[in-house]
C-alpha cells in the first residue's frame, strides 16, 4: 500500500518514499539545502563555523539524513562550500566531525 508524504520544503504530498526520503523532487531539496546562502552585501553576514568564511554558507546535517539525522539545530552547521565538501567526503568525514565537536560542541542527533 503506497502512503502519502509531506515534503518538507513545497509541502505538497507525495508517493513512495524511499529510504528516508523527505523531498518530492531534486529541485526542492536544493532549494532547501540553499536556503541558508550569507551574502557580506546583504548585512546578513553567517561565517562558516570551521574556516569563517563569510560569503556564502550552506547547512551541513553532522548526522547525514540518509543515516536519520534530524533537521534539529544541534545537527545543523553553517559550512562554506569548501569545508562543506570536505565533511561531505568519506576521506575526511571522522576528522571533520571531530572538528565541528571541538569548534562548536555539537555532536549530531539522529531523528526518533
Same mark, same amino acid.
Given at each position: 500500500?503506497?502512503? @502519502?508524504?509531506? /515534503? @518538507?520544503?513545497?509541502? $505538497? ?6 529510504? =528516508?526520503?523527505? %523531498?518530492? /523532487? &531534486? ?6 539545502? =540553499? +536556503? ?6 546583504? &548585512?546578513?553576514?553567517?561565517?562558516? #563555523? +570551521? /574556516?569563517? %568564511? ?12 540518509? *543515516?536519520?539525522?534530524?533537521? !534539529?539545530?544541534? =545537527?545543523?552547521?553553517?559550512? /562554506? ?5 570536505? *565533511? !561531505? ?5 571522522? !576528522?571533520?566531525?571531530? +572538528?565541528?565537536? $571541538?569548534?562548536?560542541? @555539537?555532536?549530531? @542527533? #539522529?531523528?526518533?
Amino acid at each position: 500500500m503506497k502512503t @502519502k508524504n509531506i /515534503c @518538507k520544503e513545497c509541502k $505538497k504530498s507525495f508517493n513512495e518514499k524511499r529510504h =528516508n526520503q523527505i %523531498f518530492c /523532487c &531534486g529541485k526542492c531539496k536544493q532549494n532547501y539545502n =540553499n +536556503l541558508i546562502v550569507s551574502k557580506k552585501r546583504w &548585512g546578513n553576514v553567517k561565517p562558516c #563555523e +570551521l /574556516c569563517g %568564511f563569510n560569503k556564502i554558507t550552506q547547512r551541513h546535517h553532522i548526522i547525514k539524513q540518509l *543515516a536519520f539525522g534530524s533537521d !534539529d539545530e544541534e =545537527n545543523i552547521v553553517l559550512l /562554506c562550500p569548501n569545508c562543506h565538501v570536505m *565533511a !561531505d567526503t568519506s576521506y575526511y568525514e571522522k !576528522d571533520m566531525r571531530n +572538528l565541528i565537536f $571541538k569548534k562548536t560542541g @555539537k555532536k549530531g @542527533k #539522529e531523528e526518533r
